[in-house]
T-cell receptor, first 113, second 113 residues
Framework: GNSVTQMEGPVTLSEEAFLTINCTYTATGYPSLFWYVQYPGEGLQLLLKATKADDKGSNKGFEATYRKETTSFHLEKGSVQVSDSAVYFCALSDRFGNEKLTFGTGTRLTIIP | KAGVTQTPRYLIKTRGQQVTLSCSPISGHRSVSWYQQTPGQGLQFLFEYFSETQRNKGNFPGRFSGRQFSNSRSEMNVSTLELGDSALYLC????????????FGPGTRLTVL
């Protein structure tokens, strides 16, 4: 079955540091890949997505590249801010039109000023 | 455009009772998915409804059921509640025809005593 393995947290960084959160996946076929973010007391928000190999998703300074050869979709940001503190989830859906998302365990990120 | 709304936001029930949660999707969205979020199991897919039909189902017991109405609003029901059903229940809506971009509601926090 499908699975997503995500970097264990929590992660604590200083403001303006470089961020990487690792994500690898197992899926049949050609999944779509996503990063979602959850702020305290809220639901999930889509941060970025990629639907085919070598696609790069980007939003709010965050980036992730769909690497089929390494089955990875690592999240990066060059300079984090305190407002980036949240829980980040990597997810996949295994085919177009399939709304079922398989999530990683989530990585709690805390940015200190 | 209004986002996904879920009611109630908080619920406290006792073991053996049943509960119904409601989700109103974004206007025009025809797909509604439900997820259970717990600290131990993370985010798990319950089921998805599209145009009033269940299109996908996760690995949950039959005590968990759902339905979707003609206006795309959805309800999920849990019968004979167990302590382990305590969780944040998230609803997500999508058009069902794009690259699985799902929009999540704030969730209903269910506590079973």
């Amino acid at each position: 079955g499908n699975s997503v393995t995500q970097m264990e947290g929590p992660v604590t960084l200083s403001e303006e540091a470089f961020l990487t959160i690792n994500c690898t996946y197992t899926a049949t076929g050609y999944p779509s890949l996503f990063w979602y973010v959850q702020y305290p007391g809220e639901g999930l928000q889509l941060l970025l997505k990629a639907t085919k190999a070598d696609d790069k998703g980007s939003n709010k300074g965050f980036e992730a590249t769909y690497r089929k050869e390494t089955t990875s979709f690592h999240l990066e940001k060059g300079s984090v801010q305190v407002s980036d503190s949240a829980v980040y989830f990597c997810a996949l859906s295994d085919r177009f039109g399939n709304e079922k998302l398989t999530f990683g365990t989530g990585t709690r990120l805390t940015i200190i000023p | 455009k209004a986002g996904v709304t879920q009611t109630p936001r908080y619920l406290i029930k006792t073991r053996g009772q049943q509960v119904t949660l409601s989700c109103s999707p974004i206007s025009g969205h025809r797909s509604v998915s439900w997820y259970q979020q717990t600290p131990g199991q993370g985010l798990q897919f319950l089921f998805e409804y599209f145009s009033e039909t269940q299109r996908n189902k996760g690995n949950f017991p039959g005590r968990f059921s759902g339905r979707q109405f003609s206006n795309s609003r959805s309800e999920m029901n849990v019968s004979t509640l167990e302590l382990g059903d305590s969780a944040l229940y998230l609803c997500a809506s999508s058009s069902g025809t794009t690259y699985n971009e799902q929009f999540f509601g704030p969730g209903t926090r269910l506590t079973v005593l």
